[in-house]
């Protein structure tokens, strides 16, 4: 019997939507004001869902401080007050927020048992969520 608990965590970070791709045209185009030269910030909602069996022992899905450690130093702590854009993970591929749930998903699931990771979800302004289960998710 599974059951997923779900924490909530925070960061602030700029980008800027610009595709290599694509001409300076084109991609004022495509992202419009997210083009900025000059970027803008998001205040990110990250959304961590885990799932497993309940330990017998402590009643937890998983402890809530170690998914506290983990999700800070590896999500939180890259990405607060950064530029989205100088990250390595973002060289290859433009920073929206649907490729930045995809990154955090890796980043969280390669440090979890197997199956764990359930879900991410950003919430990047109040109107706009995106959410990423990761390929192999089951319903
Ligand atoms: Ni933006």
Redesign the pocket.
Known sequence: MNVTFTRRYHFSAS?R?DCEALSPQENRDVYGK?NNPHG?G?NYRVEVTVRGSIDPATGMVMNMTDLDALVGGSVVERFHLANLNADPLFQQEVPT?ENLCRAIHRLLADRLPQGKLRRIRIE?TENNFFEYAGEAARG
């Open positions: 980008h939507l997210c803008h998001h927020t990047e």
